[in-house]
């Protein structure tokens, strides 16, 4: 779609940044949820935001208000307190923290959308390198207390999830040579069978 020119000068191409820069002074600074951990800027915030992008929109994570793909706030210019910023956890780097600042203290879409966030980034955790994404609300948001014990509750469930799957894939995958309890009774092991074997051969032999 071609840019059409705004009433008030320039075209739509104007008012944001390119997915490949990071710009700084048109992004939220990284609030209490990311204190203390790696925050990424330059390029690993532009590689992980990239994937953001693709995954909001495989799943629909649209602002409603603005007609756009959500992480397209991050590079909306009328708009650089808003948008996501990421770390990765200080003690497990496996886990991506990803911090929403919304336009306003009381956007009403905040918990929709970083709701959305979440469920994109663990639904399709095959399209990203981190095990887990956490995702929560600035605390400028009126409501982010109760956003984020929402979350907080998810981010929970999903780990339990994921710890569950863990376990099935170690039991699915256990050593042949384990015994299993609940082995039919008189079962042979494919050891005793091949000591067997070899004790014939030396019968036969003497």
């Known amino acids: 779609m ?22 700084p002074e ?21 590689a992980v935001h990239r994937v953001a992008r693709d995954l909001f929109e495989d799943r629909g994570v649209y602002d409603v208000t603005f007609g756009y793909n959500l992480a397209r706030l991050n590079l909306d210019r009328r708009h650089p307190e808003a948008g996501f910023r990421y770390a990765e956890d200080r003690d497990d780097p496996s886990i ?22 979440f469920r994109a980034w663990n639904g399709l955790a095959d399209r990203h390198d981190y095990d887990r994404v956490r995702v929560r609300v600035a605390p ?18 999903d780990a339990q999830a994921q710890a569950e799957t863990n376990d099935s894939t170690r039991v699915a995958g256990a050593p042949a040579g384990e015994r299993d309890d609940e082995a039919e009774p008189g079962a042979v092991s494919l050891s005793e069978e091949f000591e067997a074997a070899l004790n014939r051969l030396s019968g036969e032999k003497q």
């Open 96 to 117: 991506l923290r990803a911090e929403f600042t919304p336009t306003t203290p009381f956007c009403p879409q905040s918990k929709t959308l970083t709701v959305g966030a």
């Open 140 to 157: 400028m948001h009126q409501q982010a207390d109760a956003i984020n014990a929402e979350l907080d509750a998810m981010d929970a469930g």
């Open 2 to 23: 071609p840019d059409i020119p705004s009433l008030f000068g320039g075209s739509r191409a104007d008012r944001f940044d390119d997915i490949d820069q990071f710009v």
């Open 26 to 46: 048109h992004l939220p600074g990284p609030d209490a949820f990311l204190d203390g951990h790696r925050v990424l800027d330059g390029d690993d915030h532009v």
